[in-house]
């Protein structure tokens, strides 16, 4: 048996956004722009999947911009709220210490340019707490940008209660919702978000294309210059297949939503349960408030690259919060951030699931995690020195 476990990287595409993606290669192949009947069934096609996209987020289909992914909506949302701001005068960013790092690069080359970043903690919980946000805004906060669930550990954050306060204090406010769109029932105008980005291939869509929702009247600069898409916010021909896979896959998720959630929910507490039986193991983040689909662990005295490659081995593909398979000595920052020390944050593992997974590949994940673990810890002189007294245990 080999269980794909790695959903919050990317998932599989689905049927249906296949089916609706194929026209778009063969028959339905015209420009969008085009002025003849090609082009402007390719348009109609255009808009109607964004009007799809529009009523799964509550939104208006005028607030919708399709982009390549969720880090091209990011970085838009993020500079066109601080190049407005600063305009007025406005300078200052309020986020989080454990975003995706297309927000916090972003924030890091805004900082270059002059804009201060407020970086607000997590908690050992990875969950921001509304009255953090409240005491750091200030007079010139030109934009609150904080996901709306992690990416790593899965934590749900008070979006809703954010989104009201920035409303009440009049600061634009933007949430990366990649891991959360297609998992969570998300309206943007119930929890008073001015700007959301989100990815296809985050819920059965395909790679290469996502879109960024921005209330109507609310300013939004070009990222991207050239021609006049996307309402002259998005230059650059629409991926029309990406774009008719994305509405296809988001439409069927939120359909689905309720029966999935928990069908996930059972797979994922059943591995939490079972996980949480091997010695020093810490369930990261907090476990209510998490999408449905998540399981982070980190199990003290060992390194996450040699447990998914064995993993791997033994039919489990998964995920680290180590950052040592992208050649990089150091831990998760998302890890770090829950206050977990260097040395366990660096034993990290990552389920996620969907609706594809069955709990006879739970079974299989908790047959194989325990007997790769334990391996790891015989072979390991930290494990040695813990166990000996030498060390002290911190799980």
């Avoid at 048996?1 to 339905?28: C, F, G, H, Q, W």
């Avoid at 954010?162 to 105008?189: M, N, S, W, Y």
Wanted: glycine share 8%.
């Amino acid at each position: 048996m080999y269980v794909y476990a790695d959903n919050a990287a990317t998932t599989a595409m689905s049927k249906t956004a296949i089916r609706a993606m194929e026209p778009y290669y063969d028959t339905l192949y015209g420009n969008p722009s085009s002025l003849h009947s090609v082009g402007q069934r390719a348009a109609e096609a255009l808009e109607a999947a964004r009007a799809k996209v529009a009523s799964c987020l509550g939104a208006k289909p005028e607030e919708i911009y399709f982009t390549s992914g969720g880090s091209e909506a990011d970085n838009q949302a993020i500079r066109s709220a601080a190049l407005v701001g600063a305009r007025k005068g406005k300078r200052h960013i309020i986020s989080t210490a454990f975003e995706h790092h297309a927000v916090l690069h972003t924030l890091k080359k805004l900082e270059r340019e002059g804009f201060e970043v407020t970086l607000l903690g997590v908690g050992s919980q990875g969950l921001v707490k509304v009255e953090d946000v409240a005491a750091a805004i200030r007079e010139d906060t030109a934009l609150v940008t904080i996901m709306y669930a992690n990416n790593e550990v899965g934590t749900i954050q008070p979006i809703a209660e954010i989104g009201a306060l920035c409303r009440e204090k009049g600061i634009p406010f933007h949430t990366d919702a990649v891991q959360a769109v297609g998992h969570l029932a998300i309206d943007v105008e119930r929890d008073q978000i001015d700007m959301l980005s989100l990815s296809a291939h985050k819920f059965h869509g395909p790679k290469g294309v996502g879109a960024l929702y921005c209330r109507k009247g609310l300013p939004l600069l070009p990222f991207i210059e050239g021609g006049a898409q996307e309402r002259n916010r998005r230059a650059g021909t629409e991926n029309l297949a990406g774009i008719a896979g994305l509405a296809a896959a988001l439409e069927e998720a939120n359909v689905n939503l309720e029966r999935n959630a928990a069908h996930i929910t059972a797979l994922r507490d059943k591995l939490i349960d079972g996980l949480s039986q091997i010695p020093h193991a810490r369930l990261n983040g907090d476990r209510e408030h998490r999408l449905p689909g998540n399981v982070s662990f980190c199990f003290e005295g060992i390194e996450g690259e040699s447990l998914l490659l064995l993993l791997d081995a033994k039919g489990v593909a998964a995920s680290s919060g180590s950052a040592c398979t992208s050649g990089s000595l150091d831990p998760s920052h998302v890890l770090l951030a829950l206050g977990l020390p260097h040395e366990v944050a660096h034993g990290s593992l990552r389920l996620s699931l969907s609706e594809y997974n069955t709990m006879e590949e739970m079974d299989h994940i908790l047959k194989v995690v325990p007997e790769v673990v334990s391996y790891l810890r015989d072979i390991s002189p930290v494990w040695e020195d813990l166990e000996k007294g030498v060390k002290t245990h911190v799980i």
